[in-house]
Structures are given as structure tokens and as C-alpha cells.
């Protein structure tokens, strides 16, 4: 895997924790620094564990599938990055509902499972057509921490007027990498 493709899933996967704190930016008055580095920290965290987890999944059945990986990677992309396109548009009625502060307890931390979910079924994938983990991993975490942040501060100066057209473009770069690991690999 080349550095374009990790940036590009890296940026893919991040989308979701992108948009979950533009919500939480507009949720969270003020923005301080301790709820910035929780949400931050737990969202980088577990984007990086995930596709570790589903890395080490995929390496015990890989010897079944590997004939079929390719056509396993395109419907695991596909199938994520449509999800990620169809529960954007879900996630404004969430949003609204939401009035807890998401940087805290349980609220954060199933957050931060629901925006890594993707990253795990990635890993998987990577597993699949014999990429190694740690690299990816750690780029993807370090992604998905820095785009919070900046989904936090820009959710407070803009809303959540943008919110689901980002996660839209995250999931047709999915999409599109699958296409690419489908037909041109």
C-alpha cells in the first residue's frame, strides 16, 4: 500500500469522527481543552485499534479467501462507504436530539466505537490483500484525532452546515478505493 492510499482511507475513515464533532463542536459551549483532548484522544484511539482488530480477524481466515480477496475488499468498501453515505444523511436528526455533553462517559466512548466501526472492516480488508497493519494503523489514528480536533473548533464556528456532505465524501472515497483494489491491483 503506497502513502496516497493509507491518506486516502485514513482520510475516508476519519470522516465520521469529522462529523460527529462538528455536531459535538456545536453542542459543546465553550470548547475547552479538556473535552477537545477527550474527544480527540478516544476517536484517534480507537481508529487505530480497529483495523488492528479486524487486521488480526482477517489474517485467520485468510487463507480461505484468497483467491476471492480483491472481490472481498470492493464489497467491504462499497458496503461501508454506502453506509457512511446513507447515515449521513440520519445523522442530522441524531444531532438534534442530542443534548448530553458527547465528550463524557459512556456517550463518548460510543462515539467512538460508532466512528471506528468502518476502521475495523477495513483492516479486515487489509488483512485480505496482505498489507501490513502497524503503519496504517497508526496513520489512520493520528488522522482520525487531528480531523476531530478540527471538526470540534470548526462545529463550533459553523454548525453543522457541512456535516453530512463530509461524510458523504468519505464514504464515495471508500467506495472509490474499493474500485481501485477491485481493477487496477
Known sequence: MNW???IAISVALAMDAFAVAMAAGAIL?????????RLAFHFGLFQGMMPVIGWLAGLTIHGFVQSWSRWIALGLLVA????????AFQLE?????????????MTMV??????????????LTL?????????????????ACL???????????????FGKWVEVAGGGILICIGLKIAFFS
Not at 127 to 143: H, K, L, R, S
Open 127 to 143: 488483512a485480505m490483500i496482505n498489507v501490513q497493519i502497524w503503519v496504517p494503523a497508526m496513520v489512520i489514528g493520528v488522522v
Open 110 to 123: 460510543g462515539l467512538a466505537v460508532a466512528t471506528s466501526i468502518d476502521a475495523l472492516a477495513v483492516g
Open 29 to 37: 459551549r465553550p470548547l475547552t481543552f479538556r473535552p477537545c483532548f
Open 147 to 161: 480531523f476531530t480536533i478540527f471538526g470540534l473548533f470548526l462545529g463550533t464556528k459553523a454548525g453543522d452546515l
Open 80 to 87: 461501508i462507504g454506502g453506509r457512511m453515505v446513507h447515515e
Open 4 to 6: 496516497w492510499d493509507m
Open 93 to 105: 436528526e441524531e444531532s438534534e436530539k442530542r443534548s448530553m455533553d458527547p465528550s463524557r462517559g
